[in-house]
């Protein structure tokens, strides 16, 4: 089994392809740093180190090793980390990765306000899309994830916390914002601003049978495409909560399709080691309950 002390001297060495360096680093001698690497070499029978005279450098078996060697670090921390939990259970630290619309609605800012005078949690935020979370979760990285789809249930609990409808949002001097109602036809003779059209499958096909291409502008903000729209170039389809929160600067209107929501779900990985982690899924569902009240009066 490998030496974590041996680790951490060979990542040293490894980062900063100096002896003495890494030796300052580590508060050591360079003559014991030397004796561990070589002992690892030679527990692993390949050369991390390429030496010529005092100067070494890292082999390409060396640089792959240490890839392996920071992730391994970085679990023994987050290892580390979940037992230290373990003595106080509902206290500790608990990160949070969300997707933007969870900030949009107001959970996160009130979970930041709310979790950290409430208990004796600390609170971390990571604005990360779902994919990222993911990763992140898997990686340690991560406690609870707010993103707008359940997870496979042989990995992950999932939680829906928060729904709202997405609107229409147009130019108060575009020719749809006239009216409280709409047509869903007359989207196809509008230019779409947002992320791709393959996202969003009911809006396709609002805008599917057109018989012209329809203009697509694509942009990976929500602010972005407001801007784009506050122009006066053509629509794009946000959560009401953002519609509430700009007021006469853009015209919203309902969705002609009512089936197009934003849903939240709060998510973790099955049997989290961090007690934390439950104390804050319960605070955000609580949250996510009053805001959907907010956003439906």
């Known amino acids: 089994m490998?030496?974590?002390?041996?680790?951490?001297?060979?990542?040293?060495?490894?980062?900063t392809e100096h002896i003495g360096t890494a030796a300052e680093q580590l508060h050591i001698s360079p003559s014991p740093l030397s004796r561990q690497i070589?002992?690892?070499?030679?527990?692993?029978?390949?050369?991390?180190?390429a030496r010529t005279g005092r100067r070494i450098r890292l082999t390409s078996a060396g640089r792959a090793f240490l890839e392996i060697s920071r992730d391994l670090l970085d679990h023994a921390n987050n290892a580390a980390h979940a037992g230290r939990r373990l003595a106080t259970p509902e206290a500790g630290s608990v990160t949070i990765g969300c997707i933007q619309e969870a900030v949009l609605c107001g959970i996160i800012p009130k979970a930041i306000e709310t979790i950290s005078s409430k208990t004796d949690v600390s609170l971390g935020i990571r604005n990360l899309k779902n994919l990222d979370q993911l990763i992140a979760l898997q990686a340690l990285k991560i406690d609870v994830g707010l993103m707008n789809s359940a997870q496979d249930p042989a990995l992950y609990e999932s939680r829906k916390i928060f729904e709202e409808p997405f609107v229409v949002a147009f130019s108060p001097t575009h020719r749809l914002s006239q009216f409280p109602d709409f047509d869903p036809i007359e989207l196809r003779k509008e230019a779409w601003v947002g992320p791709s059209l393959d996202v969003w499958?009911?809006?396709?096909?609002?805008?599917?049978?057109?018989?012209?291409k329809v203009t697509n502008y694509e942009t990976y903000d929500i602010a972005a495409s407001i801007a784009m729209v506050s122009a006066g170039?053509?629509?794009?389809?946000?959560?009401?909560?953002?519609?509430?929160?700009?007021?006469?600067?853009?015209?919203?209107?309902?969705?002609?399709?009512?089936?197009?929501?934003?849903?939240?779900?709060?998510?973790?990985?099955l049997n989290s080691a961090?007690?934390?982690?439950?104390?804050?899924?319960?605070?955000l569902d609580v949250l996510g309950k009053e805001a959907m009240r907010l956003v439906h009066s």
């Open 2 to 15: 490998l030496d974590l002390w041996r680790i951490r001297c060979f990542v040293a060495v490894g980062e």
């Open 38 to 49: 070589h002992q690892l070499e030679g527990e692993l029978g390949v050369k991390l180190f």
């Open 201 to 212: 499958e009911t809006v396709n096909r609002m805008l599917s049978g057109s018989t012209r």
């Open 233 to 269: 170039i053509g629509f794009t389809i946000v959560q009401k909560s953002v519609a509430d929160a700009y007021g006469s600067k853009i015209t919203f209107r309902k969705m002609p399709e009512s089936v197009l929501c934003l849903n939240i779900y709060a998510v973790w990985r």
């Open 274 to 283: 961090n007690a934390a982690t439950f104390r804050v899924v319960e605070e």
